[in-house]
């Protein structure tokens, strides 16, 4: 499954928007208010428009009322703020793959979400669904949506009691609820530790779960549910520590990345251990960055997309660091809802996108920025005084001209430009000679 192009009319801020999306990783950015979490709301409704098809008890996902957008008028000396409609979600992309378009429609406030333009994608989840009933090779795409309220785990749970044999259909539990189920996840993992303790042998999507989750938690060199502890732990090079008494950023992304596993597992069994690598699907993330140290932000993108390979990405951060780990490639695109001109982020410093890319004012430079400042004036000033100053004294200026140089040596750029400087300077005086 893949959502190719999403509309968005009346719904939340936006009153006539469409989007563009790419096949791996799309990050949202802009201001406060922007609509980014909204663009992931529109797409929770085309994405569980796909829930129409199926015969299990699973919610597709309706607009609500909060999502009509408000126009404010005037009449006479009155403000007021009337709802818009029809609030419009239409959706191009690719489901069992076939290409083909849905909308869902609001056209009141007191009415259903309608269903009657969303008959392509239902007719293809009935297809899923009689595949599934009947036993036959059918792959079912992952979809979830992970919300900033997603941080789990607060205190030391109860008892966790195992899952019993359910429908593949599982997968798609609570799955566009943007807050984690972290006693589902315990309750597989619990299961899963017996099955294989039972029947003595590495159960193939256990493996796979547990691979998932070291490829994208720094440091992590193992991941197993205690039995007889009845807790999820986790191992480091220097200590075992149960999951409740790691950091929300260690919660955080342990319980998103074991959640997206966990459901390509349930709802692609027979793919064994080859489940969570092959099974496609959309996932979206609000605030990707949350509470994550600047450090890991850096590589949560590719981590992601290592661990995933077939799985559409759509998130939102604030970070000019996500923002710089993204590899201008084919199938991830950067999109500025406060300056769409502006997704030129190669090769960036930090600094350069915060101001050029989020529009923040005058950020401040890092140290080595200033000092690289400081030091190109004290050299071109030094090359300055080589006009006038005697043959003798010529040298002690070429010295401190490669002290100067030799500390930012490892910038290319940065030094080639005081290279070229000084040759030509020196060249004016008859002395031709590059730095040592």
């Not at 792959?139 to 044999?165: C, F, N």
């Not at 060199?221 to 149960?242: I, K, M, S, Y």
């Not at 077939?310 to 939102?316: L, N, P």
């Not at 190669?346 to 080595?368: C, H, M, Y």
């Amino acid at each position: 499954m893949r959502i190719d192009a999403l509309s968005l009319q009346n719904f939340c801020c936006f009153e006539n928007r469409q989007f563009q999306l790419a096949e791996r990783f799309n990050l949202l950015i802009g201001d406060n208010g922007s609509g980014k979490t909204s663009i992931l709301d529109g797409l929770a409704v085309g994405l569980g428009s796909l829930f129409l098809g199926l015969r299990e008890r699973i919610a597709a996902r309706p607009i609500h009322r909060e999502e009509i957008r408000f126009r404010p008028l005037t009449a006479g000396e009155t403000h007021t703020r009337e709802e818009q409609f029809p609030v419009v979600v239409s959706c191009d992309g690719v489901v069992n793959g076939q290409s083909g378009t849905w909308r869902r429609e609001l056209k009141a406030a007191d009415s259903h979400t309608t269903r009657q333009d969303a008959k392509w994608i239902e007719s293809v989840a009935l297809t899923l669904d009689e595949h599934v009933r009947g036993g036959r090779a059918i792959v079912l795409p992952v979809i979830s949506y992970y919300g900033t309220g997603r941080l789990w785990y607060q205190k030391r749970p109860k008892a966790i009691d195992p899952l019993s044999p359910a429908s593949r259909f599982q997968g798609y539990r609570d799955c566009l609820d943007p807050a984690s189920d972290e006693k589902r996840l315990l309750a597989w993992f619990k299961t899963q530790e017996i099955q294989s303790l039972q029947q003595k042998k590495s159960i193939g999507v256990l493996e796979a779960v547990r691979q998932a989750i070291l490829a994208c938690v720094e440091g992590a060199t193992h991941v197993w549910f205690d039995v007889a502890q009845d807790e999820l732990l986790l191992r480091f090079p220097d200590r075992v520590v149960p999951i409740y008494y790691l950091s929300d950023g260690y919660r955080n992304m342990l319980a998103m990345v074991a959640d997206i596993a966990i459901r390509c597992a349930t709802l692609n069994p027979a793919m064994k251990k080859q489940a969570i690598r092959d099974t496609p699907g959309v996932v979206l993330i609000d605030e990707i960055d949350l509470h994550l140290h600047p450090k890991w932000q850096r590589r949560v993108v590719t981590d992601l997309l290592a661990a995933f390979p077939k799985i559409q990405f759509v998130a939102t951060t604030h970070s000019p660091f996500i923002i710089q780990s993204l590899v201008p490639k084919d199938g991830i695109k950067l999109l500025n809802l406060d300056k769409p001109e502006a997704d030129d982020f190669a090769d960036k410093s930090v600094e350069d996108i915060a101001e050029n890319v989020q529009g923040v004012d005058v950020p401040s430079r890092s140290l080595r920025y200033q000092d690289m400042m400081e030091t190109a004036e004290q050299y071109y000033r030094t090359l300055r005084r080589t006009d006038t100053v005697e043959p003798e004294q010529l040298e002690q200026l070429k010295d401190r001209l490669d002290e100067l140089a030799s500390r930012f040596s490892d910038d290319p750029a940065y030094h080639a430009i005081l290279k070229v400087e000084r040759e030509a300077r020196l060249g004016q005086n008859g002395v031709h000679n590059a730095p040592r």
